[in-house]
């Protein structure tokens, strides 16, 4: 939703969804997805979506499956067959990561469904002119059915409501605010591949909710420190998603910025 804000002012766009008309449309199903693409033309695909509820799928592989492999593949497929110049932006996820340290683009740990699913798409997609970034976000959504990781943690301690974070779960995303202004720094790069993106100097969920509450002054007693065991999940996560944004920051001699500062930044 916020990177769709940013695209509006400099492209014309065209926002595909289940829900949303006009381009209501089941991106699961190739004949409505070669229709729609058909119709619209574009000359680039910045692909968001996905199904990221990690227990439910574990539950159901063919369900991550469909999401998160099928919803690329028809992409793909369409470009492929019709010979299209189409340039193909796939997000995906730092979900690969858990060595504990900075984990490069090749250190990727399959645990779950989620992963299977999301890794096998970045092949299927490689097979095309694709620029695959891997990362994770937060930030004020825009989204009224979808909250950001920190419109919740927002929105318990601004209620009053005490909230539970892993201590021993580390990550290092970005702002949407920043990855928004980066994908359109880069749109239109002729770069292929796979890169990290996300923010340096991550930290874990729960030092990350002590930032958020003290930077709007919130009780930072209302934040409970939990680890990953003390939860009974069906899937398995990984406990420390920092990603090397090296290979990013030299490809595109862009600087990405630390995790505290992007935290300040939200105000």
Known sequence: STLKQKLK??????????????????????????????E????IIINLAANTNLDSLESNFDESINFNFNIIKNIVDYILINKKNIKLIHLTTDQYYNLSKLNKE???????????????????????NSLILRTNFFGKSYSKNKLSFSDIIINSLKNNKS?????????????????????????????NGIYNLGSKKGMSKYDFGIELAKLYSYDVSLIK???????????????DMRMDVSKFENKFNISLPNLIDEIKHLK
């Open 163 to 191: 909230i539970s974070l892993f201590n021993d779960v580390i990550f290092s995303p970005l702002s949407m605010k920043t990855l928004s202004e980066i994908i359109l720094k880069i749109l239109n790069t002729n770069v």
């Open 106 to 128: 090749n250190e990727i740990n399959i645990i779950n469904n989620y992963t299977f699913s999301k890794y096998i798409s970045e092949i299927y997609a490689s097979k095309i």
């Open 9 to 38: 002012i400099n492209y014309k766009t065209f926002e595909l969804s289940r829900s949303e008309q006009p381009y209501s449309i089941d991106l699961c199903d190739y004949n409505k997805t070669e229709n729609i693409f058909n």
């Open 40 to 43: 619209i033309k574009p000359n």
């Open 225 to 239: 420190m939990i680890n990953l065991e003390d939860k009974q999940l069906i899937a398995k996560r990984p406990f």
